[in-house]
């Protein structure tokens, strides 16, 4: 056979290996996605013993900075003020308990082993938190010079955003 007459061949061959890898990739990418839908509807499970606020009626935006970042959680309608209130009551506890190290309501919704969660509460001396309103909810701000619990913020709101779903998103 020539090598033209062998081009055709390996052609198809080649096609073939893409096609089957393709559709192993699919395979893959589908049981992520369905992984992923089971977690957050864990979470939202979960979240319900922890946060007083409705999550289908909140949104949590999580924005990085240089030196740590700022959670912030609004009632997705800024005039029910029965959200309002329930969240600022949520953050004004967790600030004050973040602020002693003491990260067990995250953990106990997004399990022990959450990035960044550890780091947290061995440096949590080396974090300002600072709680303050917002006019739809209430915010906390995370302050540190220490550029590996920078990370660990950064790691840990993007662990937060990713097991809430519909209901975070980054700054």
């Known amino acids: 056979m020539t090598l033209k007459n ?3 061949p390996l052609l198809l061959a ?9 559709a192993g990739y699919m ?11 089971a977690r957050q509807a864990e979470i939202a499970a979960k979240s319900q013993q922890v946060m ?3 999550l289908e009626r ?7 900075s240089a030196t740590g970042g700022l959670q912030t959680v609004t009632a997705d309608d800024p005039v029910d003020v029965q959200q309002v209130k329930l969240i600022r ?4 506890k967790e600030a004050v308990g973040f602020s002693k190290g003491d990260y067990g309501d995250p953990a106990s919704i997004h399990g022990g082993e959450m990035p960044g969660l550890r780091e947290l509460e061995q440096g949590h001396n080396q ?3 600072r709680y303050a309103e917002h006019p ?6 995370y302050t540190t010079s220490d550029p590996s619990l920078v990370k660990a913020l950064h790691a840990w709101f993007d662990a937060q955003v990713s097991d809430h779903g519909q209901h975070a998103e980054h700054g």
């Open 14 to 22: 080649g096609v073939a290996v893409i096609a089957v890898a393709s």
């Open 136 to 141: 739809a909810g209430a915010q906390i701000t």
């Open 58 to 64: 909140t949104t949590h935006r999580f924005t990085k």
């Open 89 to 92: 009551e949520h953050l004004t």
């Open 27 to 37: 395979f893959v990418g589908q049981d992520a996605q369905q992984a992923q839908a």
């Open 6 to 8: 062998r081009r055709i």
């Open 127 to 129: 974090v300002e938190i």
């Open 52 to 54: 007083p606020f409705d």
